[in-house]
């Protein structure tokens, strides 16, 4: 007995002194590693819009987010929009609350920074301070606008959807006309050498260039993924000149609008990816184009 | 208590020829064979195995004299964990460049034989300088196995050697495949040992 007791308090000392480095590093390194996490999805960004070095990205070009809100008033559901607003020059965050068939009900200021309202907590603290006790509010999902030179130049939308093993967390981009720019896998537990080849060049270009249109009727298919459209999928990892301009450019006319070859032995996880980024691209043409409807008959400066 | 009359310099050398984990001792065998198939991979999970046993060798060595016999392994798992997890948030907040490429080493690192075995064979016997030593040895030993290993097969098998194209053509494909390498651990294996045989007559010889 007396030995079982020393074992379960030597045991219990160990956990607590490891906690606590564990604790103790995550504590100082937790700035680091989110201002880290932040470049990234930065980076990310940039890249699927097709900037890089070379083609800088204009010194204008400016990300605008738009946060929508799902609101619960009194047992009934209405959604918020809180979009960044130009006033006097400077951006500021405007909540919109609209009905499920984008009717305008009602607007207000939220007292948050374009920079602080990145974070979902310090946006909630902001929310809860303009929200009525009777409102409660929950985040849905997040957009982001591209803006260079007083224009669109595209949208970043931050999807998760599930994959074959857990969530798969991703960016797709699309430009004004809703034609994809391109996926960008930033999260996933796919397994190594089989799903985990979504963020491969050969899968994730492929979304490449398809067009509104064919995005509503994109599917899977399982056949071998043709030789010279491989090439031309990872053409940026290739020697210069494997590729000749001519080539490249045929090739991507002959698979303009193709369907996306699966992953060998992955269908799953292909077929998951295929439907996030349908799922994600097709819902927010459809909001973005109803909520800017909405801002235009109200008259709101927006921001993008 | 030291049980071991061996200098400083012996240690050292020991962990990298007489006891190389990989050729000698047989130990951490997985990534051996998985991850060796380039001399970068032998490179990269050789540093984050270095490092994690110096800090757990030193760990233990430092709290040998309290750790109850019954409970010796969960402490030496804890131990590493811990180590591992520091070093991942570390990596990740300070260096996301090496975190890309070593973080899925780092976090496999949890159940490597060949650490837990250091710790239980001589880091909760002997004192702080020595298991200091036999870390840095043990680590640098299984870095040189991968790299060895990593020379062998990327150059065999994807005829470069640090991603630079050496022979410009691919010998054997085969080589690179997860099969080739129980082969190639098993013929390094025999060749140090055939080292350390001829070595050996010499000597009494």
């Not at chain 2, 710790?119 to 004192?127: G, N, S, T």
Request: charged share 20%; proline share 4%.
């Amino acid at each position: 007995m007396k030995e079982i007791i020393k074992i379960t308090f030597a045991l219990t000392i160990s956990c607590v002194v490891a906690a606590s480095a564990m604790g103790l590093t995550y504590t100082l390194t937790a700035k680091a590693k989110k201002h880290n996490h932040h470049m990234n999805v930065q980076n990310a960004m940039l890249d699927l819009l097709g900037y890089g070095e070379d083609n800088p990205a204009p010194s204008d070009l400016e990300f605008m987010r738009i946060y929508r809100y799902i609101i619960d008033e009194d047992g009934k559901k209405i959604m918020g929009y809180m979009v960044p607003v130009e006033k006097n020059g400077d951006v500021n965050y405007e909540m919109i609350l609209l009905d499920l068939e984008y009717n305008f009900i009602n607007k207000f200021d939220v007292p948050i920074s374009p920079e602080e309202a990145q974070e979902v907590h310090d946006r909630a603290k902001a929310l809860e301070q303009v929200f009525a006790p009777n409102q409660s509010f929950s985040y849905a999902d997040a957009a982001v606008v591209a803006v260079a030179g007083g224009k669109r130049v595209g949208y970043v939308l931050p999807g998760q959807f599930p994959g074959f093993r857990t969530f798969i967390h991703a960016l797709v981009a699309m430009d004004p006309s809703f034609e994809l720019l391109g996926l960008e896998v930033m999260e996933h537990e796919e397994d190594a050498g089989l799903g985990a080849e979504i963020e491969e060049d050969y899968f994730k270009n492929q979304f490449v260039g398809v067009t509104y249109d064919k995005l509503k009727t994109l599917e899977v298919v399982k056949k071998p993924l043709p030789e010279e459209y491989k090439k031309y999928l990872e053409r940026e990892q290739l020697k210069e000149g494997a590729l000749t301009k001519e080539q490249i450019d045929e090739i991507r006319k002959k698979y303009k609008n193709a369907d996306i070859y699966a992953i060998t032995a992955s269908t799953i996880s292909s077929k998951a990816v295929t439907d996030g980024v349908k799922n994600v691209a097709k819902k927010f043409a459809y909001r973005i184009n109803k909520l800017d409807d909405v801002l235009d008959k109200q008259n709101i400066e927006i921001a993008f | 208590m030291s049980t071991t009359t061996k200098s400083y310099g012996q240690l050292f050398m020991d962990g990298i020829l007489k006891e190389n984990p990989i050729f000698k001792l047989a130990l951490s065998m997985c990534p051996a064979v998985g991850i060796s198939t380039s001399v970068m991979n032998g490179i990269l999970l050789g540093t984050a195995v270095l490092f994690v046993q110096v800090f757990s060798s030193c760990t233990i060595s430092l709290v040998r004299n309290y750790i109850h016999p019954k409970i010796r392994i969960p402490t030496y798992t804890l131990t590493i964990a811990t180590w591992v997890t520091v070093i991942d948030l570390v990596l990740a907040a300070y260096v996301p460049v090496a975190y890309k490429a070593m973080g899925m080493f780092v976090r496999l690192i949890v159940a490597f034989a060949i650490i837990t075995m250091r710790l239980e064979m001589f880091a909760c016997k002997e004192p702080l300088g020595k298991s200091f030593v036999d870390g840095v040895g043990m680590g640098l030993g299984f870095m040189v196995g991968m790299v060895t290993l990593g020379v062998v097969r990327e150059l065999l098998g994807s005829g470069e050697l640090l991603g630079y194209d050496i022979l410009g053509f691919q010998p054997l494909l085969f080589f690179i495949l997860p099969s080739a390498g129980f082969f190639v651990v098993g013929l390094m294996m025999g060749f140090f040992n055939w080292i350390e045989v001829k070595y050996n007559r010499r000597k009494e010889g």
